[in-house]
């Protein structure tokens, strides 16, 4: 068997699923100007969004982690949640309360959607995907794009509103709002009933 950096190369037949969890860049060291504004309401998304995803797992619902790669064109997904896991408080217990099991899939992004420039699509159409449900960090930037690109897509759309967040309570509401309205998708907290 080839082996590529010492790991072994496997050949792993893809989950199929009418629905799949996309985690937006929750792996994500916040890092950026302005993101101590966002940090406690992310570790509040990311404990919501653990609790779904193990609901969602529950049900045979897979998940993608579709993450910023930024800017670092050698990295792999690995190498950026190796560094967020390290880091100290808020922004490493966010890494580890939604770590990557050995089932979950994950794609890296170079910009805003996650299906920009990425095997996104192709991969959610070999897993005859219909419906996904988006979380992640920000509410009115990468998930509100990606919720765009998914609509044009052709897919329907749940971002529970307790799963995201943003630096302000008002942007987020806008972006919650617009994607209801406009990408017609359901935006109903992650608690209770699921939709489906």
């Known amino acids: 068997m080839p082996e590529t950096q010492g790991r072994a190369v496997s050949k792993r037949a893809l989950p199929l699923s009418k629905r799949v969890l996309v985690l937006v860049d929750f792996i994500n060291p916040l890092d950026f100007p302005g993101a101590e504004k966002i940090v406690p309401q992310a570790l509040a998304a990311a404990r919501a969004t653990a609790r779904l995803k193990r609901r969602l797992a529950e049900r045979g619902i897979p998940a993608i982690y579709a993450n910023d790669n930024y800017g670092t064109w050698q990295s792999e997904f690995r190498d950026v949640l190796t560094h967020c896991l390290g880091l100290p408080g808020e922004r ?17 992004k170079p910009r805003h959607s996650a299906f920009f420039a990425t095997p996104l699509d192709l991969l959610l159409r070999e897993m005859k995907a219909e419906e996904l449900v988006v979380v992640g960090l920000a509410a009115d930037m990468c998930v509100q794009f990606t919720t765009v690109d ?3 897509h052709g897919y329907s759309v749940w971002v529970p509103s307790d799963c995201t967040a943003a630096e302000s309570a008002d942007g987020k509401k ?4 617009h994607m209801a309205q406009v990408m017609k998708c359901s935006t109903r907290r992650s608690t209770g009933k699921l939709p489906f």
């Open 150 to 152: 998914a609509y044009m």
């Open 174 to 177: 806008q972006a919650l709002s």
């Open 92 to 108: 490493g217990e966010m890494a580890r309360l939604l770590m990557p099991t050995e089932r979950d899939l994950t794609v890296l």
